[in-house]
């Protein structure tokens, strides 16, 4: 069976949210156009964001965003709280502060269209 690789996140403004997951990713989009932009992570995973302005078919309303999470794991709880800090410093909209939870210490943001962001490290 194959594995997914691409994530593509349905976006208002495709330049704005270029700039919001570069600042976050620390990287360039290695694709970018008006309607798509795309990140090579270093998972090999691609991050896409296209304008849902023109996707087809076109999304409906319980395909935009709020309704899955991008996980980012990381290595210790101190590294969760220093990007907890950094994304809080760049204004970022936290709507879960670090708590500990049944699979490990995390907190939670949102993108520009409401997309949620868990950062966290796993428990032992």
């Given at each position: 069976m194959p594995h997914p690789n691409f994530i593509i996140l349905y976006?208002?403004?495709?330049?704005?949210?270029?700039?919001?997951?570069?600042?976050?990713?620390?990287?360039?989009?290695?694709?970018?156009s008006p309607t798509f932009a795309m990140f090579a992570l270093d998972s090999g995973v691609m991050l896409g964001l296209w304008s849902k302005h023109t996707t087809i078919p076109a999304p409906s309303h319980q395909q935009m965003g709020g309704t899955c999470e991008i996980a980012f794991a990381l290595g210790s709880k101190a590294i969760v709280d220093q990007t907890?800090?950094?994304?809080?410093e760049r204004h970022l909209a936290i709507v879960q502060e670090p708590v500990e939870l049944?699979?490990?210490?995390?907190f939670v943001a949102i993108d520009l269209d409401g997309h949620r962001l868990r950062v966290f490290a796993p428990g032992n």
């Open positions: 976006v208002d403004n495709t330049a704005a949210s270029e700039q919001f997951y570069s600042t976050i990713l620390g990287m360039k989009a290695v694709e970018s907890y800090h950094d994304w809080k049944d699979f490990g210490y995390t």
